[in-house]
């Protein structure tokens, strides 16, 4: 039996071609893709394609498309095997982290991947990362899926989509997982570590949480930061710290009172850490006994990325029925996270 893959084209370098008068990329007419990688015809699986009206670059990827994207995926959950979303580099991981939270007890592949270089370039990534990407989104073992989850594949590796961040805007070898262990590996064989996939709970059905709020805000600490410019956060519900090493700041009564100011007005405070390896262990340095007392939560060892597209799923979610933010934040909802304990 042929599985059924498919493809949404969001847009991104993998379906630009360059426009040699000019010099620049532009989007192609990706329903052409057939003939500009004629080794799709050979695939074992039925390919179908789904294209964004206008090609975005992911910089202009958003809440409304994540949206968009989720939709799509729900309205044909029934009619396909796998999802293959075709997406610009730069804030891929972002997509595939809500998307993570959005899609819930997931029983069928959704993959994302792009490109480096533009599907017509010599040197091109876009076809191996196109190819082994419809493989693995039409992977079944019997009647099941082995892939049940939003992954990320990208230069031969195969990456849990919210454990994946973008580390290289040169290298072909752009994404990396570095609190998890790599889902997949593409070599002479194509290999999948069973241990490490992720399995929705049994016996819920599948729906789509369309809940985002953008009240949301991102701060990265810095040494000689002036925390005064914190007075600026009017509309703010979540502030998702990045602070030093496994959960440092500042050690002074200036820093405890402008984080209590900030927890009077309501806002919660995520802590999460400028390291990509390794996580937050409040408690284990005196530096970090500030966040104790102000009542902030550990992002373990979470990314950037999954921080805030969580962050922003949880905040105000009608569908979590008041449960507090804290201990929905604390808890990993779908393989996003591992909780340290010190
Ligand atoms: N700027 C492009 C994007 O993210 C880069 C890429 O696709 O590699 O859409």
Known sequence: MKRKVLIIYT????????????????????????????????????????SFPEPLDSSDVGTEEWKRIAG??????????????????????????????MLKNLKKPVILTGSQLPIGDLRTDAKENLLTSLYYASLYDGNEAVI?????????????????LKHSAEYFDAYQSPNYPVLGQSGVHLNIDKEVLYRPPSGEDFYCDFHLSTDVLFVRIFP???????????????LVLQVFGSGTIFNNKDTEDTLMKIRDKGIEIVVISQCVSGGIAIGKYSNS??????????????????????????????????QPFASLFERPLCGEMDIINI
Not at 25 to 44: A, T, V
Not at 148 to 164: D, H, P, T
Not at 294 to 318: D, L, Y
């Open 224 to 238: 000689g930061m002036n925390l005064k410019h914190f007075s600026i956060l009017p509309t703010v519900k979540v």
């Open 289 to 322: 006994n500030i966040f104790h007392k102000v009542g902030a939560i550990s992002g373990h060892n979470i990314t950037a990325e999954a921080a805030i597209t969580k962050s922003m799923h949880i905040m105000g979610n009608p569908n979590y029925k008041n």
């Open 11 to 50: 847009g991104g370098t993998i379906g630009m071609e360059k426009n040699y008068e000019t010099g620049s990329l532009m989007p192609f007419d990706f329903e052409h893709i057939f003939r500009k990688i004629p080794e799709m015809n050979l695939l074992e699986c039925e390919v179908s394609l789904y």
């Open 148 to 164: 049940q989850e939003i992954a990320l594949y990208f230069e031969y590796k195969l990456l849990r989509g919210n454990r994946s």
């Open 72 to 101: 799509c995926i729900q309205e044909r959950y029934e009619d396909y095997d796998g999802f293959l979303i075709l997406h610009g580099t730069d804030t891929m991981s972002y997509t595939a982290s809500a998307l993570s939270f």
